[in-house]
């Protein structure tokens, strides 16, 4: 066993299955993860996206990779004798962890995108995700300088701030008893009946981020007072966070987690 697996299973051993009943009984299936109502309140934590600082390029991820297979530097992915790439867009984005690309690459938030393409910051009736900005796309696929949320994971520097808030607005702070669950796509959609969840300190959340067993952050989170329940969807750009006001208006209210109500999906 590596010397992460070890830390992992001292800071955060596995527990029953069953610590999630309350959780089925709450908000029905979860294996994309469990989408809690409001406790009393909720809000939206948006995936952080970024922008290269010379602006978004003329060229999309799509025409891109167009032309890295027309000079041979990927190969064409065909599947059951099918070119998928004479099929399919290539949007840009991805599926699970992220961090800032690094250096030459600044935040770009979904405010300022929304001010400078006239879209919503998130459409009506519908859920932050990969249908979002549909006027930044050209053609179905993003500018090659834009680099856009992933699916099913928070960023790193989100689920950092996003922890110390709820260390912050929990009684027993970084000593609060919390649970995580990471549904089964996250776990290569292998194992639908035995449930994976960890248990252990709000104060040792941080190493959650890094589960070798999954490349994402957890599905659900939650206080083991049920007092707050974080839910990160597998097909979404966003956590919903539901629990007191006050929690919910000091992630409004912070300056490097952005996040909204959404009327429809409170």
């Given at each position: 066993?590596?010397?992460?697996?070890?830390?992992?299973?001292?800071l955060?051993?596995?527990?029953?299955?069953?610590?999630?009943?309350w959780?089925l009984?709450?908000?029905?299936?979860?294996?994309?993860?469990?989408?809690?109502?409001?406790?009393?309140?909720?809000?939206?934590?948006?995936?952080?996206?970024?922008?290269?600082?010379?602006?978004?390029?003329?060229v999309?991820?799509h025409?891109?990779h167009?032309?890295?297979l027309?000079?041979?530097?990927?190969?064409?992915?065909?599947?059951?004798?099918?070119?998928?790439?004479?099929?399919?867009?290539?949007?840009?984005?991805?599926?699970?962890?992220?961090?800032?690309?690094?250096?030459?690459w600044?935040?770009?938030?979904?405010?300022?995108?929304?001010?400078?393409?006239?879209?919503?910051?998130?459409a009506d009736g519908?859920m932050?995700?990969?249908?979002?900005?549909?006027?930044?796309?050209?053609?179905?696929?993003?500018?090659?300088?834009?680099v856009?949320?992933?699916?099913?994971?928070?960023?790193?520097?989100?689920?950092?701030?996003?922890?110390?808030i709820?260390?912050?607005?929990?009684?027993?702070?970084?000593?609060?008893?919390?649970?995580?669950?990471?549904?089964?796509?996250?776990?290569?959609?292998?194992?639908?009946?035995?449930?994976?969840?960890?248990?252990g300190?709000?104060?040792?959340?941080?190493?959650?981020?890094?589960?070798?067993?999954?490349?994402?952050?957890?599905?659900?989170?939650?206080?083991?007072?049920?007092s707050?329940?974080?839910?990160?969807?597998?097909?979404?750009?966003?956590t919903?966070?539901?629990?007191?006001?006050?929690?919910?208006?000091?992630?409004?209210?912070?300056?490097e987690?952005?996040?909204?109500r959404?009327?429809?999906?409170?």
């Amino acid at each position: 066993m590596s010397e992460e697996s070890n830390l992992m299973s001292s800071l955060w051993p596995l527990v029953p299955s069953g610590a999630t009943d309350w959780l089925l009984e709450l908000c029905g299936d979860g294996i994309t993860g469990f989408m809690p109502p409001a406790m009393p309140d909720a809000v939206w934590v948006l995936n952080a996206m970024y922008e290269h600082e010379q602006g978004p390029a003329d060229v999309s991820y799509h025409e891109y990779h167009q032309a890295r297979l027309a000079d041979g530097s990927v190969q064409p992915h065909v599947v059951a004798g099918i070119d998928l790439d004479t099929v399919s867009v290539a949007t840009g984005g991805g599926l699970g962890r992220a961090e800032h690309p690094g250096p030459g690459w600044r935040r770009l938030r979904w405010a300022e995108l929304a001010r400078r393409t006239g879209d919503q910051v998130v459409a009506d009736g519908l859920m932050p995700s990969y249908r979002s900005f549909p006027s930044a796309k050209k053609e179905g696929s993003r500018p090659l300088g834009m680099v856009p949320p992933t699916e099913g994971s928070l960023d790193r520097e989100t689920w950092n701030r996003l922890i110390a808030i709820l260390t912050q607005y929990s009684p027993a702070g970084p000593d609060t008893r919390c649970l995580a669950y990471y549904n089964p796509m996250v776990l290569g959609a292998i194992d639908f009946d035995n449930l994976h969840v960890r248990a252990g300190r709000l104060g040792d959340a941080e190493i959650l981020y890094d589960q070798s067993e999954a490349d994402f952050s957890p599905s659900n989170f939650w206080a083991d007072d049920r007092s707050w329940v974080l839910c990160t969807d597998y097909d979404l750009w966003a956590t919903k966070v539901a629990g007191p006001p006050a929690l919910i208006n000091a992630l409004l209210n912070d300056s490097e987690i952005e996040a909204v109500r959404l009327s429809w999906a409170h």
